[in-house]
């Protein structure tokens, strides 16, 4: 920066230091700021639908206080819920991961692949079949229940899902926050403007050198002119 006054050129010079850092900060973080921002509505969406399926549960069970899950049945229903939160999970994963990168991007190819094997997984659970994905969302197996426990069954399969999706997401809120955190460009000032000692302008010194070598051309050029004009002069006085 170039100024009349010193000190203002440093000021100057220092204040678009300042503005870069600024303008780096908040283009270089606003994808991740923004994938930041889509998981916290995702795991507070999650945190409300948990809310009311864990409600629906108090209040069945409060109506129907001898009705009770046998074991291996509960064990089948959690292990199939807990199959289908990661598949929610990683489907929301997906979902903020396309923001920011095409269906052709390593890591969204990888992440689509993760949710066709589990859904592969969650049918052999649910039905035996690897390729029964396509009957029925989510059914708790009839035979394995009795005819009042359905809808037990049913709500603690509901809260077993969402328990397992808070879960997870929760987890990929505090890794996007970590990578932000991690991710947030600097821009380090290595030496601070300050007033200059002399004046950058005029430059005496390579004035007087081109003064110098100027004047040394124009010099010879003159005397070859005069020396022309002396011998042209003393050729024609001898006509």
Known sequence: ???????????????????LDRLVAQYGTGEA????GFLTEQVARAGVDLEASEE??????????????????????ESAARVKGEIMAAEVQLQAMRNFATETHPEVVAVRRRIEEMKRHFAEIQYGEPNATSRRDFAVPLPMVP????????????????????????????????????DIPVVNILDRAVPAERPSRPRLMMNVAIASVVGLVLGTLLAFSLDSVARFRAAYSDL
Request: hydrophobic share 45%; aromatic share 2%.
């Open 147 to 182: 005819a009042l426990g359905i809808e037990l069954a049913r709500l603690v399969r509901e809260v077993k899902v969402q328990e397992t999706l808070v879960t997870l997401l929760t987890q990929q809120l505090e890794q996007a926050k970590i990578a932000e955190a991690k």
């Open 1 to 19: 920066m170039e100024d009349t006054d010193a000190r203002l050129a440093a000021d100057m010079a220092n204040a678009y230091v300042v503005h």
């Open 33 to 36: 700021q923004r994938q930041r």
């Open 56 to 77: 629906a549960l108090r209040r069945f069970q409060e109506r129907n206080r001898t009705i009770a899950l046998q074991e291996q049945t509960r064990g089948a229903i």
